[in-house]
């Protein structure tokens, strides 16, 4: 039990009243930047990101712990008031809660899900507690051809899971890798893809394109349907509280919520939509009055947004042992983590055991902190639901070219952002996933290195991929993971035509 | 096969993919440096171009069985005052007029984009706005935004 050892030390850490008020300034910044309609916990990061620049690093990891839950609670309560989930994650949520709004019982739909999401995230954060440490050791154990094939499993399941399609997530995974190609080769020195252009040789910047890709590209489609689609947000009429009933049809969702999200969030496989989908299907099968879904059903957003936050917290597991991110607000959780030169991975656990241990207990408090906080404030959360639409994402844009020079005061990041901008706005548009691009951007480089590591051990011989056993079952699954969403379209079109 | 949803766009996306690959390989066979053993730096470039072409192949083949449907429609007058709203803010950080104009100018044709008629008046909030944020984040946080005539009064 070496873990409560651990996380009693990190509880220490946590607990000094500088690392609580960093908490809780992350908690409402998060909250009130993911309740924005269009802003999901992985924008809500980036756009703060710059704000915790200039503080220490063990006070803005753990504002960042809060910001990340808190943008994810105040994500929910988007999707249920105004029907404009921040993410594909909220997608479900906003089915059913956005549906209960509309009935007077905005309310407990909100209620539900704070609770829900506070039981998912402790469940998971004492999940990500005691099995990171065994993670760990194992991690230890890997060698580059183990790192190379877990992320060749990262990219497909990111890609494959996410958006409408296969071909648009690989598609947008190549944009990310591609964009990593840009840039100064860590090994030899050589430029790649830089055009002669020298603020090219850093790279691209995981912040600029996230930024560019969801806050630009969300921007320039809301202005595009803005004379075309009206969304008001809901005022909540009628208790805020939950009754009895509410309770009682609200628990076992919220448990099992956690037990679908905190395995498949831990897997280095990424996409919070999974678990909420099938979180709402296992509550369909099991509901008492299965006939209220899609009518405003509690159940279905107690399970979807436990088993949201649940993934959420367990995407933290790969993060934080083996420096994978498998989500897009992962990739620049690990970007607000590379920018104080603290890297993730089995080598933080044993050098800096009181960040990690401070940063997961600061996980516990963040979450309690919500609870505390968020309920009773929920009306003033809405009251910036109300901002007029045009000077919200006017502001929206004024945060995003200002944490774009903050980070890099020159005329080429703007340049960039634009035209990351003007991409996301037509990936939208024609339906292709945003998050494959972020996560190939940060992965790609690191599966670059880990590549070649591994062909250098064996002198080029791309067999030593194949050769170990850990590496050879993981390419496998990758394979399959790849192949079999393809087998089924086909299967089902079989069935179709036979019907 | 709807006709009035036939639309260009996998072509569109294909061509570019095929481009984006070329670029990519001739990038890869310019490089210079290689690995004394293992493997080169061109060589994820030539992966990546492989995978482009592919992805490329791959919506043609999806757009000739009709499988891309057209878009919503877009108010795209409205999009381009946002595309003057980002071009002022680009102009004027590169002529070294300061944040707050840039990013007064950015709220105002935003705002401008949204529906608002009244210029002037989201002018000055943005100017208010974008001050305040100068103040809190150049000052209190010591990030270094870029600073014009206006910057340098505070």
Redesign the interface.
């Known amino acids: 039990m070496e873990s409560l050892a651990f996380l009693a030390d990190g509880f220490l850490v946590a607990l000094q009243p500088a690392n609580l008020m960093f908490a809780a300034i992350g908690v409402l910044l998060g909250t009130a930047v993911g309740v924005l309609p269009g802003i999901g916990p992985a924008l809500t990061v980036a756009l703060l990101l710059?704000?915790t620049?200039?503080l220490d690093p063990g006070g803005s990891i753990i504002m960042f712990a809060g910001i990340y839950y808190g943008g994810m609670y105040g994500g929910s309560t988007t999707a249920i008031l105004l029907n404009t989930p921040g993410e594909a994650a909220s997608v479900i949520t906003a089915v059913e809660g956005n549906k209960m709004a509309r009935q007077g019982r905005g309310g407990p739909a909100l209620a539900t899900a704070a609770i829900g999401s506070f039981v998912a995230a402790l469940i998971a954060t004492i999940g990500l507690a005691f099995l990171a440490p065994i993670i760990v050791k194992l991690a230890i154990l890997f060698g580059p051809w183990d790192y190379f094939a877990l992320m060749l499993i990262a990219f497909v399941t990111v890609s494959a899971t996410f958006g409408s399609?296969v071909?648009r997530g690989?598609?947008s995974l190549?944009i990310g890798?591609?964009l990593g190609?840009i840039g100064i080769?860590m090994?030899?020195?050589?430029a790649?893809?830089t055009f002669d252009v020298p603020q090219l040789l850093d790279g691209i910047e995981v912040t600029t394109l996230a930024v560019g890709l969801f806050a630009?590209g969300e921007?320039?489609h809301?202005?595009?349907?803005?004379?075309?689609d009206h969304g008001r947000p809901m005022a909540i009429t009628g208790s805020i509280w939950m009754s009895m009933e509410d309770w009682r049809r609200s628990w076992k969702p919220w448990l099992r919520g956690a037990a679908i999200g905190f395995p498949i969030g831990g897997l280095p496989a990424g996409g919070a939509e999974v678990p909420t989908f099938l979180s709402y299907t296992v509550e369909r099968k099991l509901a008492e009055k299965p006939e209220e879904f899609g009518h405003g059903a509690i159940e279905g957003v107690a399970g979807p947004e436990a088993a949201n936050n649940a993934s959420a917290a367990g995407t933290l597991v790969p993060l934080l042992t083996l420096g994978l991110p498998t989500s897009a607000t992962a990739a620049v959780m690990l970007a607000g983590f590379q920018q104080y030169n603290i890297q993730p991975g089995p080598l933080l656990f044993t050098n800096h055991p009181e960040i990690v241990w401070g940063l997961i207990a600061s996980l516990f408090i963040a979450n309690v902190m919500l609870l505390v906080l968020n309920l009773p404030l929920v009306g003033l959360w809405v009251k910036l639901l109300s901002i007029p639409?045009?000077?919200l994402?006017?502001?929206i844009?004024?945060?995003a070219?200002?944490g774009t020079?903050?980070a890099n005061?020159s005329?080429v990041e703007?340049?960039l952002l634009?035209i990351f901008?003007v991409l996301g706005?037509f990936m939208r548009?024609?339906d292709y996933p945003i998050a494959p691009a972020v996560v190939g951007l940060i992965l790609?480089p690191m599966a670059?290195s880990q590549?070649?590591?591994a062909?250098?051990i064996s002198?080029?011989d791309p067999m030593i991929l194949l050769q170990h056993p850990g590496s050879a079952v993981m390419i496998v699954i990758a394979v399959l993971a790849l192949v079999a969403p393809l087998l089924f379209a086909g299967l089902s079109r079989f069935a179709a035509d036979e019907d | 096969m709807d006709d009035s949803k036939r639309t260009p766009?996998a072509y569109v996306?294909a061509a570019g993919?095929f481009v984006?690959a070329a670029?990519?390989a001739w990038?890869?066979s310019q490089?210079?440096?290689?690995?004394t053993?293992?493997?080169?730096?061109?060589y994820?470039?030539y992966l990546?171009a492989g995978?482009?072409a592919i992805?490329g192949i791959?919506?043609v083949v999806?757009g000739a069985r009709g499988?891309?449907e057209k878009?919503?429609?877009?108010?795209?007058s409205?999009?381009g005052?946002?595309a003057v709203?980002?071009a002022a803010?680009?102009l004027v950080?590169?002529i070294g007029g300061g944040?707050i104009t840039?990013?007064t100018l950015?709220?105002?044709f935003?705002?401008?984009?949204?529906?608002?008629r009244a210029f002037l008046i989201?002018l000055a909030?943005?100017a208010v706005?974008?001050t305040l944020?100068f103040l809190l984040?150049n000052n209190l946080?010591?990030?270094?935004?870029?600073a014009g005539p206006i910057e340098r009064l505070f």
């Open positions: 710059p704000v620049f200039q399609s071909l690989l598609t190549a890798l591609w190609l080769d090994l030899t020195g050589q790649r893809l630009i921007t320039l809301i202005v595009s349907r803005h004379s075309i639409t045009p000077w994402y006017a502001g844009l004024v945060f070219a200002m020079v903050a005061p005329i703007l340049i634009v901008g706005f548009r024609y790609g670059d590549l070649r590591r062909l250098a002198q080029g | 766009a996306a993919l984006m670029i990519t990038d890869a490089m210079r440096q290689v690995s053993y293992g493997i080169g730096p061109d994820a470039s990546v995978f482009f992805l791959g919506h999806q499988k891309f878009a919503i429609a877009a108010d795209w409205a999009v005052w946002v709203a980002l803010l680009i950080i590169e944040f840039a990013a950015l709220f105002a935003t705002a401008r984009a949204l529906g608002r989201d909030i943005g706005l974008t944020v984040f946080l010591t990030l270094a935004l870029p």
